[in-house]
């Protein structure tokens, strides 16, 4: 398994705060900003693009220096972090993929958000989220840690980019529903399990592809159209899975994985 500070090399970060305690996952602006630039941009043409050239249109300076942090926060913005510069990679080969790949990414990078995983997953189609069950499981481990108006926010919006990513619908009522999936959200899947330290058939069995909420199948299906695209290479034979992310890492990136 791979350690949690090779983890963070990567691209993850761990602790208790993150971004989700000012905004959702912004998708909206993320669409904006990989539309306008190349995926092989500098972070710092990233941020010239927000900041200078006021491509996300906000109102002020002091709110386009925020979105950029906050978009930092969560992606990252910067090929060298490997998380990102696959997920860039990724982005654009299926515009049904984006939600939820842009969901996966800020998984990754705010704890905040991490949070609720387990319990929007675990929740059966149809049936209701409401604002309040957020707020509990943010205050679970340490109930005098956020007041009532921060836990309200916070969990506005955390159901936002959940409702962003698709995992949910509806405004003052959210209802669990299925997202919308494509080869890129099983690849980047595969390749967070493959970080963590995982191989051959248990690429298949994380956290990351259970997220997706589609039978085994599908999952060997996805994998199979991301292999005939040249994304990655899968072979499958007698039971056995093997999965290659070719040039996905750096040499020395490969080697962050057995520390």
């Not at 500070?5 to 993850?12: A, H, P, W």
């Not at 386009?64 to 997920?87: C, P, S, W």
């Not at 990724?90 to 990414?105: H, S």
Request: charged share 25%.
């Amino acid at each position: 398994m791979t350690s949690s500070e090779s983890l963070t090399k990567f691209g993850y970060k761990f602790g208790q705060n993150g971004a989700h305690s000012a905004r959702s996952m912004m998708l909206a602006e993320l669409e904006v900003l990989f539309q306008s630039t190349a995926p092989d941009v500098l972070q710092e043409q990233y941020k010239s693009e927000i900041c200078d050239h006021n491509l996300l249109d906000k109102p002020t300076v002091k709110s386009r220096k925020l979105t950029y942090r906050h978009l930092v926060d969560l992606y990252g913005l910067n090929a060298d972090i490997a998380l990102f510069r696959v997920f860039r990679m990724l982005w654009p080969l299926a515009d049904e993929a984006q939600p939820v790949l842009a969901l996966q990414l800020a998984l990754l990078r705010d704890p905040l958000l991490r949070l609720s995983q387990d319990f929007i997953t675990g929740k059966p189609l149809g049936e209701q989220v409401v604002r309040e069950d957020i707020e509990e499981l943010l205050k679970a481990r340490d109930p005098a840690r956020f007041s009532p108006a921060s836990l309200k926010s916070f969990a506005q919006n955390i159901n936002g980019s959940w409702t962003q990513a698709g995992f949910l619908k509806g405004k003052a009522r959210k209802t669990r529903v299925a997202p919308a999936l494509a080869y890129p959200n099983v690849v980047f899947a595969t390749f967070l399990a493959y970080l963590e330290g995982a191989t051959g058939e248990r690429l298949f069995q994380s956290r990351w592809t259970a997220l997706l909420g589609v039978p085994a199948h599908q999952l060997t299906e996805h994998a199979i159209s991301a292999a005939q695209l040249g994304i990655i290479d899968f072979k499958q034979s007698g039971g056995i899975m093997e999965v290659r992310f070719n040039d996905f890492l750096t040499r020395e990136e490969e080697e962050w994985r057995h520390e």
